[in-house]
């Protein structure tokens, strides 16, 4: 969002499904291709349906904390979805994912919103990384010898088996509870989708 945090968005049935390709259009139309400007207040008037996640930043401040902007806007956003909104824990094995699944974790004590664990996935089978790069490359509009810093530093972007997820989550058996919870909840499936041609 422009002002506010990013989101992962999860919609709940097909007609949650519609409004969220309607708020993608809504910002879509504003921006640049392959761009999307939307607001908080598109969200808020898109959000029946959908469940919500907060991607939280990548980083801690110089006291190892979230900046206080950043709480700031969740806060907000935790107002206006309420039942709707987690937080997004994802381990993206940079060296520093301990402090931030740990002060992720205490913010539910402070704002009552709770955290779901994430993947961050880009390709669903490890064999598919090198699949990954050349997307990033045609993207980027580079070769993949110059793709440098484009691409993911590592190979961890794809879709983990519950054991796995329930190992890496261990300490927050919380957050795996929770992905049950929004699995539940989203009845809808892609096939329900029917293409209707003009007459």
Do not use: W
């Amino acid at each position: 969002m422009l002002d506010g945090p990013s989101l992962l968005a999860y919609p709940t049935d097909i007609e949650a499904y519609g409004r969220l390709s309607a708020l993608l259009t809504i910002g879509n139309m504003r921006a640049e291709k392959g761009e999307y400007h939307i607001s908080r207040a598109d969200v808020y008037a898109h959000r029946k349906g959908i469940i919500f996640a907060v991607v939280m930043p990548g980083m801690l401040n110089r006291r190892f904390e979230y900046e206080a902007s950043f709480i700031t806007a969740v806060a907000d956003c935790s107002e206006a979805l309420r039942g709707q909104l987690y937080l997004a824990a994802t381990r993206s094995y940079m060296g520093n994912d301990n402090k931030l699944i740990f002060r992720t974790s205490q913010l539910p004590d402070f704002y009552r919103i709770p955290v779901v664990a994430t993947g961050d996935v880009h390709y669903h089978h490890p064999a598919r990384r090198d699949l990954q790069d050349v997307l990033t490359c045609v993207r980027e509009k580079c070769k993949i010898q110059e793709a440098g810093f484009r691409l993911h530093q590592n190979a961890e972007r794809y879709m983990k088996e519950v054991a796995e997820m329930k190992r890496l989550f261990r300490k927050y058996p919380s957050t795996i509870y929770n992905t049950m919870v929004i699995s539940e909840a989203c009845n809808f499936s892609l096939d329900e989708l029917k293409y209707v041609y003009p007459e």
